[in-house]
């Protein structure tokens, strides 16, 4: 059986992170009340217990903008301590006017492959998150994330369908930065104009040789583990990007609120499947571990 580089999961201490202290805010992936708690490693190894995963790469979680270099921090002591995660995608503000310096600062961490700013915008407010539509156009960011290339980092890009025309344009503006494209681009809308939309977009990006897709999060906007919603958008952002373009992630523990682990890798399994064992090879494993230089 295909051995998982869990390329997408989290890892948290519920202090560390705003958005799940005080009041419950609304989230894209609804009530999350069991989740409002300390996430450990420990807990994440337990979960994927028997499941073939063999390394795993952490995602940054919100922590305070200010407390970019701590999250890392933390994350690179656990894997030093229990031996996961392998890889760490951090938090850098990429409106700053020099985003250099915070680069310099999360450099000394040997775990670290990438970073993640969240670019999402949408009009209804609860699946909103940044404060503009169309910062991948911003000369400033993309200024800014032309400089992962110096340090062989990459991108995690997370946009809706609306924004890919612009996303396509932050990746040729910074064709030696590899980006990765999160939860497959984030279908919202599941009527056949919500996925006329996205096919649109996702050609847009499948168009740009440095943009690989995520196969993770599908559940966000259904709340549900539905292995024929995970069969068609697989298959479809298949067809587009082609395996070696594509990686597969938990998002966990927000999938958690939904699923078991198990049930989830049995869920994408069961999409590649009829696809053959060189794609599954590829999607579980061989993707992320280049794309994350985890060989």
Same mark, same amino acid.
């Given at each position: 059986?295909?051995?998982?580089?869990?390329?997408?999961?989290?890892?948290?201490?519920?202090?560390?992170?705003?958005?799940?202290? @005080?009041?419950?805010?609304?989230?894209?992936? @609804?009530?999350?009340?069991?989740?409002?708690?300390?996430?450990?490693?420990?807990?994440?190894?337990?979960?994927?217990? &028997?499941?073939?995963?063999?390394?795993?790469?952490?995602?940054?979680?919100?922590?305070?903008?200010?407390?970019?270099? %701590?999250?890392? !921090?933390?994350?690179?002591r656990v894997a030093d301590e229990r031996g996961f995660p392998q890889a760490i995608v951090g938090y850098a503000d990429f409106l700053s006017a020099d985003v250099r310096?915070?680069?310099?600062?999360?450099?000394?961490?040997? &775990?670290?492959?990438?970073?993640?700013?969240?670019?999402?915008?949408?009009?209804?407010?609860?699946?909103?998150?940044?404060?503009a539509p169309d910062l991948a156009r911003d000369p400033r960011l993309q200024h800014n994330i032309a400089h992962l290339a110096d340090y062989e980092w990459s991108f995690?890009?997370?946009?809706?369908?609306?924004?890919?025309?612009?996303?396509?344009?932050?990746?040729?503006?910074?064709?030696?930065?590899?980006?990765?494209?999160?939860?497959?681009?984030?279908?919202?809308?599941?009527?056949?104009? @919500?996925?006329?939309?996205?096919?649109?977009?996702?050609?847009?990006?499948?168009?740009?040789?440095?943009?690989?897709?995520?196969?993770?999060?599908?559940?966000?906007?259904?709340?549900?583990?539905?292995?024929?919603?995970?069969?068609?958008?697989?298959?479809?952002?298949?067809?587009?990007?082609?395996?070696?373009? !594509?990686?597969?992630?938990?998002?966990?523990?927000?999938?958690?609120?939904?699923? &078991?682990?198990?049930?989830?890798?049995?869920?994408?399994?069961?999409?590649?499947?009829?696809? &053959? %064992?060189?794609?599954?090879?590829?999607?579980?494993?061989?993707?992320?571990?280049?794309?994350?230089?985890?060989?």
């Open positions: 059986m295909t051995r998982i580089i869990d390329a997408h999961h989290h890892i948290w201490r519920r202090a560390d992170l705003p958005w799940l202290n @005080g009041p419950m805010q609304p989230r894209i992936f @609804g009530p999350y009340e069991a989740i409002r708690r300390d996430y450990p490693i420990d807990e994440y190894l337990a979960d994927i217990l &028997g499941c073939e995963v063999a390394r795993s790469v952490y995602v940054q979680c919100n922590w305070s903008k200010e407390a970019f270099e %701590e999250e890392v !921090c933390y994350v690179q310096p915070q680069l310099d600062r999360l450099a000394k961490y040997p &775990g670290m492959r990438g970073l993640r700013m969240q670019l999402q915008w949408h009009e209804n407010p609860t699946y909103r998150f940044a404060a995690d890009l997370q946009v809706f369908s609306g924004q890919m025309k612009g996303a396509a344009e932050l990746a040729a503006s910074a064709p030696k930065v590899t980006f990765i494209l999160q939860h497959a681009g984030m279908l919202e809308e599941l009527s056949a104009e @919500g996925y006329a939309r996205w096919r649109s977009g996702m050609r847009l990006l499948a168009a740009c040789p440095n943009v690989v897709s995520k196969l993770s999060g599908l559940g966000t906007f259904i709340h549900r583990n539905d292995p024929a919603h995970i069969a068609a958008v697989v298959q479809e952002t298949l067809e587009m990007f082609g395996p070696e373009r !594509c990686l597969f992630g938990s998002n966990f523990p927000v999938e958690k609120l939904w699923t &078991g682990y198990r049930d989830l890798v049995m869920a994408y399994r069961s999409a590649l499947e009829p696809l &053959g %064992e060189a794609t599954a090879r590829a999607v579980f494993h061989d993707t992320a571990a280049r794309v994350y230089r985890l060989d």
